[in-house]
């Protein structure tokens, strides 16, 4: 069992236009079961699998235009067939009500929920943008330092607790090995492992990263289908797999926190959650702003979603127009007038 919970969370952090007027409870009179319907869809995905908001990353790249999906780190980001699903059941359920903010929003508390982490009420009540813009994308890397890290949060309002808290949620998340591989054996050009990595993680991961096509590892070795705080007591044992999630346990800006959260799982866990609702409500579009998309993957254009067009973000090539056929002339040619006999004056 377990969630790609890191990943969902990478979808808050596309922070887009207008200050939030959110409140928990938005749907209660127009969509009474959106909660309901969206926890289901999770649930059922989270035990078959195992595995800023506006809803921009959704939207699919055109043969014209690319979108934030297709963004650097976007391009590792799963489940976009969950909120698919989601999605066409709310509008059968409440055609044009729900958006797909919300849903993302939803599906990860849920998503939390599920492993085993803490259940939070989420304010609602966000729209849908009308663009995706890969050049407005910027997810910090792996390799970051702790204070530029800190610089990147702080722009959204988030303090250092949050930041810490967050990122915590590595301990149900996966990683391609390309995010760290230069940890195991060629740091900055040492030829040799990075020091602050425990040598028995460096020898696991050089066998899960040896396989082709970009293996995936996780994140917390102790419980990484949990969501607790057994991340944290990782990176004290020097068992960080990403460089940034190593450099909170010793960067003198976050190890005290790092070490709070490592002995105390409640205080985590209700930090997270504070963390969690305060991401999702930074510069979100309300009220009249955006719009109520149909389908999560392509921008509103009339033409309502159905299950034959879900997911099918890319527009179709245009048909060709058959070529006008060649006109015949209208001037019958005459036949010509058979000749008479001479004789009898018969044809």
Do not use: W
């Amino acid at each position: 069992m377990g969630t790609k919970f890191s990943v969902l969370l990478l979808l808050f952090i596309l922070f887009p236009l207008a200050l939030a007027q959110l409140k928990v409870g938005f749907y209660n009179s127009t969509c009474p079961r959106a909660e309901s319907i969206i926890g289901q869809i999770v649930a059922k995905r989270f035990n078959t699998t195992a595995s800023g908001c506006d809803a921009s990353i959704l939207i699919d790249s055109t043969n014209t235009t690319q979108s934030e999906k297709d963004a650097g780190a976007n391009q590792t980001v799963r489940e976009f067939e969950l909120i698919d699903e989601a999605k066409l059941a709310l509008e059968k359920e409440c055609p044009s009500t729900v958006s797909c903010a919300d849903i993302i929003t939803l599906a990860t508390r849920d998503a939390v929920a599920l492993s085993k982490g803490p259940f939070y009420a989420v304010p609602t009540g966000r729209r849908d943008g009308l663009a995706s813009n890969p050049d407005e994308v910027f997810l910090p890397g792996p390799t970051i330092s702790v204070s530029d890290a800190i610089n990147v949060f702080a722009a959204k309002k988030l303090t250092v607790n949050n930041m810490v808290a967050l990122l915590g949620g590595h301990t149900v998340g996966v990683a391609h090995c390309s995010f760290f591989e230069d940890r195991l054996s060629n740091f900055q050009g040492t030829n040799a492992p990075d020091p602050t990595m425990d040598p028995a993680l460096v020898a696991e991961l050089k066998r899960i990263c040896s396989g082709n096509n970009d293996p995936t590892a996780f994140l917390d070795q102790g419980t990484p289908f949990v969501l607790d705080n057994q991340f944290y007591n990782q990176t004290l044992f020097k068992r960080g797999v990403m460089q940034i999630d190593q450099r909170l346990a010793s960067d003198k800006s976050t190890s005290g926190i790092v070490s709070g959260f490592a002995s105390n799982n409640a205080a985590f866990r209700l930090r997270f959650a504070e963390a969690m609702v305060k991401m999702g409500s930074i510069e979100v579009l309300v009220g009249n702003n955006g719009q109520i998309r149909q389908n999560c993957r392509v921008v509103n254009q009339g033409k309502p979603l159905s299950s034959g067009n879900l997911g099918q973000g890319k527009p179709k090539k245009p048909v060709d127009q058959p070529k006008p056929k060649k006109q015949k002339s209208k001037t019958k040619r005459q036949k010509p007038k058979p000749k008479r006999n001479p004789k009898n004056g018969k044809k």
